[in-house]
């Protein structure tokens, strides 16, 4: 592109058309269906599900009183007298719901690509089933279609109406896709095709959203040709509904009067920028319309503001975003979490016998997560195979149990090779205003040591050489002034994954809240200064990282909003979250992967 020219900085990109069939499902009111369905006596009444003193969701039936996720449980009383409080602390019961779910969407992909976003979202490139069925398809007799879900067993399928999109559509009044003339051109040709792929991604959804129903859950889903439409589309008809994007418009037209917050991989600072530039303080009302029509717009523009962080290219990465391009591939199904983490935030712990508590009940429930997620039985004995695909790394090593061998052989799947504590200091809330809310918040990392992988060990013995050897030392070197504690959260997390596949990728929209320039932009502003630590690595010998892989962690970082007293922005989801609930949708961020 010339940059110099202005007239080549604000043209619409040219793009070769995306003819991918992108599903996107999201559970609704997640939490609430997964206690509803543990207690079906809970489905009629006002639902609210409760971390520490928010609500993490509520059901819809909360929601038609004005209740609504995130908010905090005195205003929710006050607008539903009658909700009901469900405890959401433990996060077990919603992961197996997850995993059920994943595993089930995952049964119908034939190229693998099936990308989980939190606990209820999950991307699936479905391009290829949808291919192979469009030219299946009998243009004499629509109605009467047949939609074959495996290539080996053509009577595995469901019957099917092609001549109506199942479901919502966006534009409401597009015409019916097989009815254009027949002396379309070329192009017309290619348009009507990838409407008619889109119409059978749309059938294919109202299937599995049965299919997950069978399992107790209703779902949204958005269907479109990239997975920043697809979830924006999913959005548009929410709960128990469907909306598919038809190409046949620009998919501009569907983003513009969205507010430029609600578009995944658009944070904060891009927004504030773009104020800057518009000369705005409303970021309420800054539609991606005005954004993306705006003279002083370009991607030239956008790459001179942006820039100066070291992300080379995003200014036209955001602009593609307020087109609606995104050129992202639904990552390949990863069988092991990237990481696993457990924290637990307390009023000031100030004693060492205290925090040694904390972090023998954080190891504990870590460790049973990693035998949970990444410990498998081995009935084959065929330990040498690792059953996870790494084209990187070696398969870990085969551990079976040593002890009476009663549960039979097991492995690990895959091995975490580094250990990360994270601390941050407790603040009364009245010393709250004063500061951000991951304030003081500091890590460190280390090698994960081997006996935490011996299958034969008792589990106690594992934790208490954990935290005596390694968490202890590592809290020490975080918090050296030990006469002065006062802790408000500890967080353990295992990463770096031995043998897991991370899926890779960048240049996605999931993966752009993720982008390490980003992270340290956050933690400059959040912490001030980090050097304090920077000498401890010699110090500690045995530490082999300092704020390590932060490319790599799955925490949700804040920006506190300067013109917003009450809420800061989530780096990784753009969300203006209030302060209180900060910490519950850090979390909900944290077990994303999980
Ligand atoms: P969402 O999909 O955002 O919410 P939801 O499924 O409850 O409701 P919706 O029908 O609007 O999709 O998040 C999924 C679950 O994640 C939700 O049930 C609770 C949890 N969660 C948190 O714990 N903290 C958070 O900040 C958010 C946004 C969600
Ligand atoms: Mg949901």
């Not at 291919?131 to 099917?160: I, K, M, T, V």
């Not at 889109?198 to 959203?209: D, K, T």
């Not at 991370?502 to 001030?528: C, H, M, S």
Request: with cysteine.
């Amino acid at each position: 592109m010339d940059m110099d020219n202005p007239d080549s900085k604000r043209k619409a990109p040219r793009r070769k058309r995306d003819i991918r069939v992108i599903l996107h499902f999201d559970l609704d009111c997640f939490y609430a269906q997964c206690i509803e369905n543990a207690n079906p006596h809970l489905k009629l009444v006002p639902l609210g599900i409760k971390q520490k003193s928010i609500l993490a969701t509520c059901n819809y039936v909360a929601r038609s009183h004005g209740v609504r996720k995130l908010m905090g449980i005195h205003e929710a009383k006050r607008l539903c007298p009658d909700l009901v409080l469900a405890d959401g602390e433990d996060l077990s019961p919603f992961r197996d719901v997850s995993k059920k779910i994943y595993s089930l969407l995952k049964s119908y992909s034939w190229n693998g690509r099936v990308e989980r976003l939190g606990l209820d979202e999950v991307f699936l490139d479905v391009t290829d089933v949808v291919a192979y069925n469009l030219e299946l398809l009998n243009h004499h007799c629509l109605e009467q279609s047949w939609f074959c879900l495996s290539r080996e067993d053509p009577e595995r399928g469901f019957g099917f109406d092609a001549s109506a999109v199942a479901g919502c559509s966006w534009p409401l009044d597009d015409p019916d896709p097989i009815s254009k003339d027949d002396d379309d051109d070329d192009d017309d040709d290619d348009a009507l095709r990838l409407r008619l792929r889109l119409l059978l991604g749309s059938h294919l959804a109202f299937y599995l959203r049965q299919q997950i129903e069978h399992l107790g859950y209703t779902s949204a889903c958005g269907i479109a040709t990239n997975k920043l439409l697809a979830k924006l589309a999913g959005d548009k008809n929410k709960p128990q509904n469907q909306t598919t994007l038809l190409s046949s418009h620009s998919p501009a037209s569907f983003l513009d009067p969205l507010p430029l917050s609600k578009i995944p991989g658009i944070g904060s600072k891009t927004i504030t920028a773009l104020k800057n530039l518009l000369k705005t303080d409303n970021d309420d009302n800054l539609t991606v319309r005005a954004a993306r029509t705006n003279p002083a717009v370009s991607p030239a523009a956008l790459e001179r503001l942006l820039a100066g962080g070291g992300e080379r290219g995003i200014g036209q990465r955001i602009w593609l975003l307020l087109h609606g391009i995104d050129t992202g591939e639904v990552k390949p199904a990863r069988d092991v979490p990237r990481q696993i983490s457990i924290e637990d935030t307390y009023r000031g712990l100030a004693s060492l016998s205290h925090i040694r508590e904390g972090l023998v009940q954080i190891t504990a429930s870590l460790l049973r997560r990693m035998h949970v997620d990444l410990v498998e039985d081995d009935s084959t004995e065929h330990v040498t195979t690792s059953s996870v695909s790494s084209t990187s790394s070696p398969a870990p090593p085969a551990a079976t149990t040593t002890g009476a061998g009663k549960k039979g052989r097991r492995r690990w799947t895959a091995q975490p090779k580094t250990l990360r504590l994270t601390t941050r200091p407790y603040y009364p809330p009245s010393e709250r205003d004063r500061y951000e809310y991951n304030h003081g918040r500091v890590s460190k990392s280390v090698a994960l040591p081997r006996f935490v992988f011996d299958l034969g060990a008792e589990t106690e013995v594992i934790v208490d050489r954990l935290v005596e050897g390694t968490l202890l030392p590592l809290f020490h070197a975080l918090n050296p002034d030990s006469k002065r504690l006062s802790i408000g959260l500890l967080n353990v997390c295992v990463t770096n994954m031995d043998g897991g596949n991370d899926g890779g990728g960048g240049g996605d929209i999931v993966a752009a809240f993720r982008r390490q320039k980003e992270v340290e932009e956050v933690r400059a502003v959040a912490y001030g200064c980090l050097s304090d630590h920077d000498h401890d690595e010699e110090e500690d010998g045995d530490v082999v990282e300092e704020e390590a892989e932060e490319s790599d962690m799955e925490e949700a970082e804040w920006v506190e909003e300067e013109d917003e007293q009450d809420g800061m922005r989530c780096r990784l989801c753009g969300c203006v979250i209030p302060f209180f609930a900060a910490e519950a949708h850090g979390r909900w961020h944290e077990v994303g992967e999980g």
